[in-house]
């Protein structure tokens, strides 16, 4: 079975500052990899998705992640975050042999002070 | 065009009681799945629909079912309420397993 780790519960910043939030999964079968946003009392919103093809996939809000097979990682970076960017951000993997589920992180909380 | 949508967006219910939860996916989406999100943990797959058929189960108890309806709307019932089942409950739909829509959630309490 897949499982997700995220590396950090918990990571403040100051605005402007580079930002990386680290995600590491497990599976014995190829996998889609996708990282979704969490506001306050909000659903989630997709920030960004590997499905295939270049490793570096980027979001239209500055944010990117690279597919790292041999370390079974799918790190998030910004680098330069904004106080609107504080939210859970939540990394999640697809096994492509399952049927739609996905397997969620515990979640990071961003903390961007000013 | 209309994102998901959830119904009701709040709830409070007792121990015990019986609740359903409605999703409405996005249009042309024909797959529809629900995750339970504990507070201050990840989201919990529960159940995959997809063409009203069921896809995948998560390890939730017999207490829950879900189904679908031929317009791919869909209903997440849970029985004999549990306060651990308090908890925000998500409806995703998606295309072809490409990317899931989440929508806004249903956030159940149970006293």
């Known amino acids: 079975a897949q499982s997700v780790t995220q590396l950090d519960s918990q990571v403040p910043v100051f605005e402007e500052a580079p930002v990386e939030l680290r995600c590491n999964y497990s599976?014995?079968?190829?996998?889609?990899l996708f990282w979704y946003v969490q506001y306050p009392n909000q659903g989630l919103q997709l920030l960004l998705k590997y499905l295939s093809g270049s490793t570096l996939v980027e979001s239209i809000n500055g944010f990117e992640a690279e597919f790292n097979k041999s370390q079974t990682s799918f790190h998030l970076r910004k680098p330069s975050v904004h106080i609107s960017d504080t939210a859970e951000y939540f990394c999640?993997?697809?096994?492509?042999?399952?049927?739609?589920?996905?397997?969620f992180g515990q979640g990071t909380i961003l903390t961007v002070h000013p | 065009d209309a994102g998901v949508t959830q119904s009701p967006t709040h709830l409070i219910k007792t121990r015990g009681q019986h609740v359903t939860l409605r999703c409405s996916p996005i249009?042309?989406?024909?797959?529809v799945s629900w995750y339970q999100q504990v507070l201050g943990q990840g989201p919990q797959f529960i159940f995959q629909?997809?063409?009203?058929?069921?896809?995948g189960r998560g390890n939730f108890p017999d207490r829950f079912s879900a189904r679908q309806f031929p317009n791919y709307s869909s209903e997440l019932n849970v029985n004999a309420l549990l306060l651990g089942d308090s908890a925000l409950y998500l409806c995703a739909s998606s295309l072809q397993d490409r990317g899931y829509t989440f929508g806004s959630g249903t956030r159940l309490t149970v006293v």
């Open positions: 629909y997809y063409e009203k058929e069921e896809r």
């Open positions: 999640a993997v697809l096994e492509r042999t399952s049927y739609g589920k996905l397997t």
């Open positions: 599976s014995s079968v190829s996998v889609y």
């Open positions: 249009s042309g989406h024909k797959s």
